[in-house]
């Protein structure tokens, strides 16, 4: 099941750069694990925003839900999906 994730960075006011720069080295680590394993298909930043869209290849929703809940910054994080489906016209 491919689902496209949008996701928005809010940080509050009250962490500090230090702690900010944790939280995002430890999303990289997460993000890369799940990407060399395939459950995350890729990822762009969404030019001028602090925010991406990303593509999932999960089993189910739940699974979505486990890995996305996951994230470190997952409390951080304004998350929108849409599931997908083969489009007919696809030649893939
Ligand atoms: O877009 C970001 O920088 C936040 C993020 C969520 C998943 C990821 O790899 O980065």
């Known amino acids: ?36 394993s395939g459950e995350m298909a890729g990822i762009w930043r969404i030019v001028g925003e602090y925010a991406n869209h990303s593509l999932f290849d999960v089993e189910s929703n739940d699974e979505l ?6 994230f470190p910054m997952y409390p ?3 998350i929108r999906i849409t599931p997908l489906a083969r489009h007919p016209n696809s030649i893939r």
């Open 76 to 78: 951080y994080l304004k």
């Open 65 to 70: 839900h486990a890995i996305l809940s996951g």
């Open 1 to 36: 099941m491919m689902f496209l994730a949008r996701m928005d960075v809010e940080f509050p006011p009250h962490l500090t750069p230090e702690q900010i720069a944790d939280f995002q080295a430890r999303e990289k680590e997460y993000s890369g694990s799940l990407q060399r």
